[in-house]
């Protein structure tokens, strides 16, 4: 008998004579003390990430190409990972295309396997979208994808995240409801730059993920 | 200060009490803990200010994971099938031997020499990083925590913070000895140093091994619950990730996840939500272009599924890992993780240790307690521990013939003379002419009773019987009144 046999022959014989429980999932208990109007959300969402040292800028749809451009002056960056195919790649690189920058575009068109050491030593920076956010707990809802691939939100010490206000949920289970169906190869929740509290409880960022997390919230879209 | 640590190799689960009585000398280790679990408790306190929301949650935590166990076979089959479905790789193991050589066919295949670990509890049970080492591959932690104690090899002393027990002091010296970094007690500059190591670590891993917190069966999807980014790094930058898990972690949906997350998280360090929640459905697909090429789910019973053979016994299995029990715990704070001597430590540990290791091999852990009720009052989802610790320490001491043969290695602590003082004593008891003449004696020869009652006197005065009993008192008062 193999050991999955064994397992699930053990388990039946457990439950013999028994039903299942019914579901007693009551929506109300993790949604409604959670619930924000349409201006709280973006509010909280900025202070709760900004409690964990995230940068979280209000900026607009125009806008948010200048301001990124700033930053990451301001930082001495001069090299950003960022996906061409996508809308906000586009628009990033067309404002770099018209203003004179030393900004330096990278895309992520490899298999990692081709250039795993330069995108470990030599990326500085990304810049992703998000699918969604959630103002309970000050969260962004990322999906990888053959444009912006897994490790772009991950390798990188600085990861520059663009999010729509509009698409701001109240909480993860609000959430849950606009997720993909079927579940992509990979979703995540992201709620700030890495951290650690291992040595004594003192925290420390930028354990093993990126050091810094910005977020560009853009409020009219 | 001398710190009298308990080496890993001297640790065993049949040497709770002499391990207990060398962690209360340990001072640094009290100091270290009991700063630890005050910050913890506190934070959690802080997380959860409103009752009604917090106590409506955790009703809502203990249903879901019953209702999990009610169809748990059901369950496993249907995320085994989603799974396969979408090209993971699903494996089942009874023992922690069968978990081991699945990881190490898996290795081999691929010709792997270095394995990099997020954290897993469930690996730390099966002794992973030993068996691949026998067998000349290296298997590093990432978490910082694990990573600490693995360089002074140690074990973890707590579930979620395996290395709370050491200060930075500590582990500066261990960097500067074991790492000839140069020594600091700055615990950024020992984290980045960390960083940097174990990023090269990441980059050469073949093979990511990593827990799950949460396996959903309905969506086939392993969510994985941290704040450092080691299990995003284990379970994305190396070409196959293996998850091992306990056969009970699966819930039924998506949204049974929603209240579970945030009692997890909320419980275990005072956070809303942690930094990652990874979410893993299948391996890279089809145009993209990162990701693992395998991903493998070992299901591990070892001995689970003799707590879910019994209905009381079952709900040990609710556990979702997130340490609360110990860190309100007051046995566990003064002794710290590593007394136990068991992968899982405090209440919990006293608890699911008995099934993994058999009571033989746990004898005292369900005595370890004051049964003062803490973990039971915070459990996220309402294991009721203390009631449960009575139960596996009537299991302990039940003779080894009598039936139903509940566990394995019960009745590790009879005694033919305990039941036979017991047998006695409930006989005394209700039998009233044999109570009132044993009363009248004792209360006469009160003078006559011993002063040395074995280990109760080592920490208590013995008892003397009072000069009249209780009855006589009573009767004499009423025959006054009237």
């Known amino acids: ?221 | 200060m001398t710190s009298q640590r308990i080496h890993a190799v001297d640790v065993t689960a049949r040497n709770l009490k002499a391990n207990a009585h060398l962690s209360l000398k340990d001072q640094q280790l009290r100091n270290n803990m009991r700063s630890a679990m005050d910050s913890l408790i506190s934070k959690r306190l802080i997380s959860m200010p409103d009752e009604d929301e917090r106590e409506n949650l955790r009703e809502l935590g203990n249903k879901v994971r019953a209702r999990a166990l009610s169809q748990l076979p059901d369950l496993l089959e249907q995320l085994e099938s989603k799974l396969t479905q979408q090209g993971v790789q699903v494996h089942w193991a009874s023992s922690t031997e069968e978990a081991n050589d699945i990881v190490l066919k898996i290795a081999q295949a691929r010709n792997a020499k270095q394995v990099i670990k997020g954290k897993s509890m469930v690996s730390e049970e099966m002794a992973m990083n030993e068996h691949l080492t026998k067998h000349g591959i290296e298997a590093l932690e990432s978490d910082m925590g694990e990573y600490i104690i693995q360089l002074d090899n140690e074990k973890p002393t707590h579930i979620i913070m395996p290395a709370i027990h050491k200060n930075a002091e500590q582990v500066g010296r261990l960097f500067e000895n074991r790492l000839a970094l140069p020594y600091t007690d700055d615990v950024d500059s020992l984290i980045q140093s960390a960083r940097s190591i174990l990023r090269e670590k990441f980059f050469h891993a073949d093979i990511g091994v990593s827990g799950v917190n949460f396996a959903v069966a309905e969506t086939g999807t392993l969510i994985l619950v941290e704040n450092e980014g080691n299990g995003r790094m284990s379970t994305t930058v190396p070409p196959v990730h293996i998850a091992v898990t306990g056969i009970e972690k699966v819930v039924a949906n998506m949204q049974d996840t929603v209240p579970l997350l945030s009692l997890l998280t909320r419980s275990a360090l005072g956070q809303g939500i942690t930094t990652y929640v990874n979410m893993i459905s299948a391996p890279r697909q089809l145009g993209e272009l990162d990701g693992p090429e395998e991903v493998h789910l070992v299901l591990l019973d070892n001995g689970r599924s003799q707590a879910f053979a019994d209905a009381e016994l079952r709900q040990t299995l609710n556990c979702i890992r997130c340490g609360a029990c110990m860190n309100h715990c007051p046995v566990y704070t003064r002794i710290g993780g590593q007394a136990y001597g068991t992968v899982y430590p405090g209440p919990i540990g006293k608890i699911i240790s008995p099934h993994l290791l058999s009571l033989e091999n746990t004898p005292d852990h369900p005595s370890a307690s004051s049964l003062c009720g803490a973990c039971g009052e915070v459990c996220p989802v309402k294991i009721p521990i203390p009631a449960l610790l009575r139960r596996l320490r009537e299991e302990n001491v039940k003779s080894p013939k009598q039936q139903p043969q509940v566990m394995d290695g019960q009745g590790s602590r009879y005694s033919v003379t305990e039941r036979a003082l017991w047998t006695g004593w409930q006989y005394f008891n209700s039998k009233p002419l044999l109570y009132k003449a044993g009363t009248f004696l004792a209360t006469r020869m009160s003078s006559l009773t011993p002063n040395k009652l074995g280990p109760w006197t080592q920490n208590h005065s013995a008892p003397k019987p009072a000069k009249r009993s209780l009855h006589e008192l009573a009767k004499q008062h009423l025959e006054k009144k009237s």
């Open chain 1, 1 to 221: 008998m193999s050991a999955r046999d064994k397992i699930l022959a053990s388990l039946r014989s457990s439950l013999a004579g028994t039903t299942p429980i019914p579901d007693p999932f009551d929506a109300a208990l993790v949604d409604d003390p959670w619930r924000y109007k349409a201006t709280e959300r973006v509010t909280r969402l900025k202070e709760l990430m900004g409690a964990v040292h995230s940068e979280v800028h209000l900026t607009t749809e125009a806008d948010w190409p200048k301001l990124l451009h700033d930053l990451l002056n301001q930082r001495k960056i001069n090299k950003l990972l960022v996906a061409p195919s996508t809308h906000h790649g586009q628009a990033f690189s067309t404002y770099c295309q018209t203003h004179s920058t030393d900004l330096q575009l990278l895309a992520y068109e490899r298999p990692i396997e081709e250039w795993k050491r330069e995108l470990f030593d030599e990326v500085p920076a990304s810049l992703t979208g998000t699918l969604a956010g959630i103002a309970a707990t000050g969260t962004l809802v990322v999906q990888p994808s053959p444009a912006e691939p897994r490790l772009m939100s991950l390798v990188p010490p600085l990861h520059i995240a663009l999010l729509k206000a509009s698409q701001i949920h109240d909480n993860l289970y609000q959430a849950q409801q606009h997720w993909p169906k079927p579940m992509p190869s990979n979703l995540l929740l992201i709620s700030g730059p890495s951290k650690t509290a291992d040595i004594e409880q003192v925290l420390a960022y930028g354990a093993h993920g990126p050091k810094d997390l910005i977020v560009l919230i853009m409020e009219d879209a």
